[in-house]
């Protein structure tokens, strides 16, 4: 993983955040992409995920896009039929920081799987996780800039390892 690019850079402000998880979903409520950067239980894990996906999924366009739920502040966005959902730990993170996370994100499966879709990452789970991989490390991101991001991916998919 590459860095962030220097003090004033977006993964720089956004590197003392602590993620919990990050999960995409569909607006049916299936689970396409889900990474934990904390151990928990299976059952706790699909008790925790599936009650954070009913709350966003009960949720309207009206509503905030955070929330507190168990200790985490979670954070989401809907782009198109996929609703990306970020955990954070605590009361002192920038709500409007996860959400530009979120963002940078999309705007780079976007960029690689020119305009993703749930298909996208179903199919390519792997490369899904490991762009997500190349953004946060340990729960902390560390990346945000797309052409970061993408070149070790573009560089595996050109030797065929990925």
Known sequence: NSSGGGAGSPAAA???MTLRFVL???KQGQTRLAQYYERLPMDERCALEA???R????RTETQCSFFEYRGYKVVYRRYASLFFIVGVEGDDE?????LEFIHALVETLDRY???VCELD????L???HFILDEMVMNGCIIETNKNNILSPVMLLDKTGSL
């Not at 920038?94 to 996860?98: D, K, M, P, V």
């Not at 990452?121 to 390519?124: A, G, K, L, R």
């Open 51 to 53: 009650e954070v996906i």
């Open 24 to 26: 995409m979903v569909n």
């Open 121 to 124: 990452i179903m199919f390519n």
């Open 113 to 115: 799987f020119e305009n």
């Open 14 to 16: 956004l590197g003392a």
């Open 94 to 98: 920038n709500e409007l920081s996860i």
């Open 55 to 58: 709350k966003c999924l009960a």
């Open 126 to 128: 792997e490369k899904a």
